[in-house]
C-alpha cells in the first residue's frame, strides 16, 4: 500500500522559515511525480509546488515564487518544501501528493495519492 506522511510543520512568526518533509513507502516505482498542496480555513485546496521525480523539473505557484522551494531525495523516498519569508496569508494544512502522471501540472486532478496534511500557521 502506497503511503505519504508529511512531518515538519508548526508554528512560526511572520518573515521565519519551516521545512516540510514527506516519506514514500510502500510500491513507489508509479509516483512520477511529487507536490505539496495547502488548503487554508474555508478555502479550496490549491497546489504550492511539483517535483518531478527523474528530472527533478520544478514548478510553483506564483503566491511563493522566490521564498519556497521544492526538493527531493530520491534513495530516501522523500521530498522536502523548504519555506522562508513566511507569511500569515501562508497559513494552512500542507498535504504531500504524489502522480502516477511523468510531468503534472498543479492541478489535484492529477495526483492519486495524498498524505494526511501537516498544518502550518504564521503569525503577524
Known amino acids: 500500500v502506497q503511503r505519504l506522511v508529511e512531518s515538519g510543520g508548526g508554528s512560526v512568526q511572520a518573515g521565519g522559515s519551516l521545512r516540510l518533509s514527506c516519506a514514500a513507502s510502500?510500491?513507489?516505482?508509479?509516483?512520477?511525480?511529487m507536490a505539496w498542496f495547502r488548503q487554508a480555513p474555508g478555502k479550496e485546496r490549491e497546489g504550492v509546488a511539483r517535483i518531478v521525480r527523474w528530472s527533478s523539473a520544478t514548478v510553483y505557484a506564483d503566491s511563493v515564487k522566490g521564498r519556497f522551494t521544492i526538493s527531493q531525495d530520491i534513495a530516501k523516498n522523500t521530498v522536502y518544501l523548504q519555506m522562508n519569508s513566511l507569511k500569515p496569508e501562508d497559513t494552512a494544512t500542507y498535504y504531500c501528493?504524489?502522480?502516477?502522471?511523468?510531468?503534472?501540472?498543479?492541478?489535484?486532478?492529477?495526483?492519486?495519492?495524498w498524505g494526511q496534511g501537516t498544518q502550518v500557521t504564521v503569525s503577524s
Open positions: 501528493a504524489a502522480s502516477n502522471t511523468v510531468v503534472p501540472s498543479l492541478r489535484e486532478s492529477e495526483y492519486n495519492y
Open positions: 510502500g510500491y513507489t516505482g508509479g509516483m512520477h511525480s
